[in-house]
């Protein structure tokens, strides 16, 4: 009776610790759509990349300013319709829990999501129009995943273990650089699907 | 087993007083109706257990304005956390 009390006193502890301090309503949707996206996305960067070419192994790049306006194109509107989706599967998300979408959580998370993001965004535009294209894939990927990293102390667990993931595979695309197309494809698009159907399994109850 | 009765802590008896230190564990600071969202609780019901809990010293407030209305951002002091994870070692040891 007395032990009852105190387990479900236990229990509350933990979900109001929990509910405070994360944001939870991560959906794994989200995930699966965005990582479809940037599968789409990277074809069609691939599309442009490598026409010229016989071989299909080893790519050494070479890109017009014609070409680089196509790409930062396809890169802008894969960017923008990933965070659709994942904006519109997230309030959804947070809608059948009943919780606010815009609270103190949400500002917490993206606020620390965004510092590494955005350092590594300006990075990569900086190297991009001085033409160090291939750093571009490896370090999109490596300041993803700090960005992860840092916002994992703010939602579910899961994302750590992604951005670490995300990070290892960027410091391989570093050294395989001519790959760098390829591993960005496995970091935004597979990890992505692999974890957004595992935690979609996980959570949807 | 009177030992470990001895430890638990009449002040966070209550549910609502209970979620209130339990935010402010893993949260530096919480305002009212941060408070009040999250514990589903009505003004009159959190603002009385506040009071309770910074008259044992264990909550502590600062207030400020934010676009003119004021705010109150409530803290856990150290004294509360201490007797808080104490409260919760005597739970787990009476589960044991």
């Given at each position: 009776m007395e032990k009852e009390k105190y387990l479900n006193d236990l229990r509350e502890i933990k979900d109001i610790m929990n509910r405070s301090s994360r944001?939870?309503?991560?959906?794994g949707l989200s995930g699966i759509s965005a990582g479809i996206l940037a599968l789409i996305g990277a074809f069609a960067a691939y599309q442009i990349v490598y026409?010229?070419?016989?071989?299909?192994?080893?790519g050494k790049v070479t890109i017009t300013p014609e070409s680089l306006t196509n790409l930062l194109i396809i890169a802008v509107v894969t960017l923008m319709l990933s965070v659709g989706t994942v904006i519109y599967f997230t309030t959804r998300e947070t809608r059948k829990r009943n919780q606010?979408?815009?609270d103190y959580q949400t500002r917490r998370l993206l606020i620390n999501l965004a510092i590494p993001l955005i350092t590594g965004g300006i990075l990569c535009l900086i190297l991009l129009f001085r033409g160090y294209i291939g750093l571009v894939a490896p370090l999109t990927l490596i300041f993803y995943g700090l960005a992860l990293v840092n916002a994992s102390k703010y939602t579910l667990d899961e994302i750590r273990s992604l951005g670490l993931a995300e990070i290892g595979l960027g410091l391989v695309a570093a050294h395989f650089i001519g790959f760098g197309l390829l591993f960005w494809s496995i970091g935004f698009g597979l990890l992505h699907i692999a974890y957004g159907i595992s935690m979609h399994l996980k959570y949807r109850s | 087993m009177k030992e470990i009765l001895k430890e638990l802590n009449k002040a966070f008896e209550n549910k609502v007083r209970l979620g209130i230190m339990s935010a402010l564990m893993v949260n530096d600071h919480l305002d009212f109706n941060s408070l009040k969202e999250l514990l589903d609780v009505t003004d009159g019901n959190l603002a009385s257990h506040l009071r309770s809990l910074e008259k044992s010293k264990y909550v502590t407030f600062k207030k400020e304005f934010l676009n003119r209305k004021p705010n109150t951002k409530y803290y856990a002091t150290t004294k509360g956390k201490e007797a808080f994870t104490r409260h919760i070692n005597a739970i787990e040891q009476l589960l044991k």
């Open positions: 944001f939870l309503s991560l959906s026409t010229d070419q016989d071989y299909q192994s080893y606010k979408i815009w | -």
